[in-house]
């Protein structure tokens, strides 16, 4: 099994390739209706379905990379001129990015739900966090230096009075992204993961248990245009289109819950 530094590293030299392939004569910034975004990888089937929507709507074309929201933010940080929008899976990435002045205007378009998922019929009947520490369980957790879902993680455990180091004997497996956590549960591999509800939701073969509301601690989806000598109109239009409401009807499709103003009515 891959150590957390080996995963993280080998992401980050993938990410890296990718940005210095996109900086290469000829894949430069000449195109004002070609739109680059950086997403967060657990959200790859609402957000294709959107910019399938907006793509047919505007005619704008929009190259999408997706991947673990901290080295999509290292790559923003390293070529900051690439993309025109970030999407990663918390707002807390957001935020790093603007401190760093990379970020301008914001849209909030959805929120992460943490849930623990497990096996179909639930065989080891696990019900709460602290299920998760009892004895012989194999666990999947996000890698907090790679991808939202881990970083939230200690403050979670936190709230239900528990701390990371309980559950260590039972983790088997560290995931770069959440779509890789629920892959492991559903295919068998594993017993239960903490991951977003969201992702959960779309695989077969497995039951999704809900965390109090009052103990969880969610994500806001924030979708940032990038700064860098000015934004593109066609960028700043996507943007606007991800937090409409037919952007919001596709998020709710897929479980997503999203900000009263912009549901469908």
């Not at 770069?176 to 939701?201: F, K, M, N, Q, Y």
Request: glycine residues 8%.
């Amino acid at each position: 099994m891959m150590s957390r530094f080996a995963i993280t590293a080998a992401l980050l030299v993938a990410v890296t390739a990718i940005v210095l392939l996109m900086r290469m004569p000829g894949a430069g910034r000449v195109d004002d209706t070609r739109i680059v975004l950086f997403c967060g990888a657990a959200m790859r089937p609402p957000i294709d379905e959107i910019i399938g929507a907006f793509q047919r709507r505007t005619g704008h074309r929009v190259q999408t990379h997706y991947g673990a929201s901290n080295l999509l933010l290292s790559q923003l940080k390293l070529a900051p001129d690439v993309p025109d929008v970030f999407l990663p899976g918390d707002t807390y990435y957001i935020e790093e990015a603007r401190r760093e002045g990379l970020i301008g205007d914001s849209k909030h378009i959805a929120l992460f739900v943490p849930a623990i998922m497990v096996q179909a019929d639930n065989p080891h009947g696990i019900e709460t966090l602290a299920d998760l520490t009892r004895s012989q369980l194999r666990v999947g957790l996000g890698d907090e230096r790679a991808t939202a879902i881990g970083r939230i993680v200690p403050e979670l455990l936190e709230r239900h009075g528990l701390s990371a180091d309980a559950l260590v004997p039972n983790v088997v497996f560290t995931a770069a992204t959440a779509p890789e956590l629920a892959g492991g549960v559903s295919l068998g591999h594993l017993d239960a993961v903490i991951v977003w509800r969201e992702v959960a939701l779309r695989l077969d073969n497995a039951e999704v248990v809900t965390i109090p509301p009052e103990k969880n601690v969610t994500a806001p989806l924030v979708a940032g245009l990038v700064d860098h000598d000015g934004v593109k109109p066609a960028a700043r239009e996507f943007v606007e289109f991800l937090a409409s409401p037919v952007a919001a009807g596709i998020f709710e499709a897929h479980h997503y819950e999203v900000p009263g103003d912009q549901s469908e009515k």
